[in-house]
């Protein structure tokens, strides 16, 4: 094996997944459902993949090093790329440095640009000769939203019907520069979140009377938004951006225990996204499994917008994301 650093970027979802498929191998990390996001300019995850020397796997985010379960997760991922490199034997062991580059007002997740880039450099590392399908879909096993970090700009996720996975593929709908808009983060409060999205996905799914409406309406929304995104028409995306996420969070509320994953501060932030539209601003939001409030804006209506969100108390901060580019990989010396 080589040495090897790849880059990815982290993704929102405007058409949102949530759920994995029952009926299919877990290791495959089906979803229930399809998907469309952006890949965000500036939030990137850094991984250099290297052998080590003294025959032990070791893993380091931001300088500290891995245990438990994020360490296993890693060495399962690594072990997956090396079985689709088609290499015979057992995986060398690796040093894996990873490095988020997330603004520290960013709020997000690291899990879609973290394991698209693991992906990427873990498979120039092992020399496997693979495309950026094949690479989604290895990086889709380690968390289902680092497939959409491969590629840049708008990409799509389709579920796929298939058992074995091979026709839930992700490509890219249009490239970062097909349409000038900008992602806002919106952060209204720090701190790590009580459930985290795997296990809340399958509390939503065996406990929610409103998962199976998620399921069924979610592809309309995936091919009109798709159509949308075409087309540049933020007035048709919007409304079906914040359908797709307000339905997600109705079946989230509605699972047992509930799962409400929102602040006070959330809810005041999107009646303020409201007020701007009815004040003539194109603004339409999305909110993950977390707190913060993510906006999608035309470029020149930006500044505009933020300086509004934050005005809204308890708005900790609001940055402002251009579309970003597909992950890249380098083979070091
Ligand atoms: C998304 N989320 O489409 C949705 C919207 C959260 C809400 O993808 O279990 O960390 O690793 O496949 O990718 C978060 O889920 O979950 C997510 P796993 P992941 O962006």
Do not use: Q
């Amino acid at each position: 094996m080589r040495s090897a650093r790849a880059t990815a970027c982290s993704n929102i979802a405007l058409v949102k997944y949530w759920g994995k498929r029952a009926d299919t191998d877990p290791d495959l990390n089906l979803p229930d459902v399809g998907s469309l996001s952006l890949t965000l300019a500036d939030l990137a995850t850094v991984t250099t993949v290297r052998p080590a020397v003294d025959g032990r796997d070791h893993f380091e985010l931001d300088g500290v090093p891995l245990d438990g379960r994020p360490a296993r997760r890693i060495a399962e991922h690594l072990d997956r790329v090396w079985a689709a490199a088609g290499l015979r034997g057992s995986r060398p062991a690796c040093v894996v440095e990873s490095e988020n580059h997330l603004p520290t007002a960013a709020g997000l997740a690291s899990s879609a640009s973290g394991f698209a880039a693991l992906t990427c450099a873990a498979a120039a590392a092992f020399e496997a000769d693979l495309d950026d399908a094949a690479l989604s879909a290895l990086a889709r096993r380690g968390s289902g939203s680092a497939a959409r970090s491969i590629f840049g700009g708008f990409v799509r996720l389709d579920r796929g019907v298939r058992p074995d996975g091979s026709d839930c593929v992700a490509r890219p709908v249009a490239g970062p520069d097909h349409w000038d808009v900008r992602l806002l983060v919106v952060r209204t409060t720090t701190g790590p979140k009580k459930v985290g999205s795997t296990e809340g996905m399958e509390r939503c799914r065996t406990t929610s009377p409103y998962y199976r409406a998620w399921v069924e309406t979610s592809e309309a929304d995936l091919d009109a938004a798709t159509e949308a995104v075409l087309d540049r028409d933020i007035d048709r995306l919007g409304p079906i951006m914040e359908h797709s996420c307000f339905k997600m969070h109705a079946a989230m509320m509605a699972s047992r225990p509930p799962l409400l994953y929102w602040k006070g501060t959330t809810v005041d932030a999107i009646h303020e996204v409201w007020a701007l539209r009815e004040a003539g601003c194109p603004a339409y939001l999305t909110i993950d499994a977390g707190p913060h409030v993510k906006v999608l804006v035309p470029a020149n209506r930006a500044d505009e917008a933020a300086g509004r969100l934050r005005t809204v108390p308890g708005v900790e901060a609001v940055t402002i994301h251009a579309p970003g580019p597909a992950a890249r990989v380098e083979v070091l010396p």
